[in-house]
């Protein structure tokens, strides 16, 4: 419907959807001239965003962690660390989008969201929420406890065990020379048995740890094996 006006002209409760406009400017001659705009109001807000990658929640030495998904497209990203945001990046036409902090984060855990931006505004929900732990540091050297003391035995596939920072991958070395590994269970404990024969004589066996970040501790004590089947 048409509506008198002056220049700038407002209006508002219009529907969601396009519209067009219209001006028709007469001037004191009777002449007139007109100009036409069109402009859509969207009112609904994107869909929450995934965060796809990682894909789970991990562990890492990486201070620059980075985050990928889908979202509306051409939205904004912004992504959140722990609830502050922290940078944005727009989503591509197909709605993929990446990013990598430009910043190195401390250690410790980092819970990420993010939310989608449309072209009007329109804000989503929040995205899952993905989890990035930096971890720099390594853990302790593990203590080998079995046996207890330096022995001899007639077995030539003696068990090893001890204790760790728990669900650490345990390396097993006799003297120099990697012999196998291990996972210490929830509780820090682990058991190792030698996979082939040991020759016979003397075997120093120490363990080093490392934990879901890659980060390896110091080699334990030493714990001297002699094997003598004569």
């Not at 992504?79 to 984060?105: M, Q, R």
């Not at 929040?126 to 989890?131: A, C, D, G, K, M």
């Amino acid at each position: 419907a048409a509506v008198a006006c002056t220049s700038p002209w407002s209006t508002s409760g219009l529907s969601e959807g396009l519209h067009t406009v219209v001006v028709l400017a007469t001037d004191a001659a009777g002449r007139q001239a007109t100009a036409t705009t069109t402009f859509t109001v969207d009112l609904t807000a994107p869909d929450a965003p995934v965060i796809q990658s990682p894909g789970a929640d991990l562990v890492t030495v990486n201070q620059t962690p980075s985050l990928a998904g889908i979202a509306e497209p051409n939205s904004i990203v912004k992504i959140y660390d722990n609830g502050v945001e922290v940078d944005d990046v727009t989503a591509d036409g197909a709605g993929d989008w990446s990013w990598t902090s430009p910043t190195t984060v401390a250690e410790g855990a980092h819970p990420y969201h993010v939310t989608a931006t449309d072209s009007a505004g329109n804000v989503s929900v929040n995205s899952n929420i993905r989890t990035i732990t930096v971890d720099l540091t390594a853990p302790l050297a593990p203590v080998i406890t079995s046996p207890a003391s330096d022995i001899v035995t007639n077995n030539v596939r003696p068990p090893i065990g001890g204790t760790s920072e728990s669900n650490a991958l345990i390396s097993v070395y006799d003297g120099a020379t990697l012999i196998g590994t291990t996972f210490a269970d929830g509780s820090g404990d682990w058991t190792f048995t030698p996979s082939s024969d040991l020759d016979e004589g003397p075997h120093t066996f120490t363990a080093t740890a490392t934990d879901a970040a890659d980060n390896t501790g110091p080699a334990s004590g030493p714990r001297t094996i002699t094997v003598d089947v004569t």
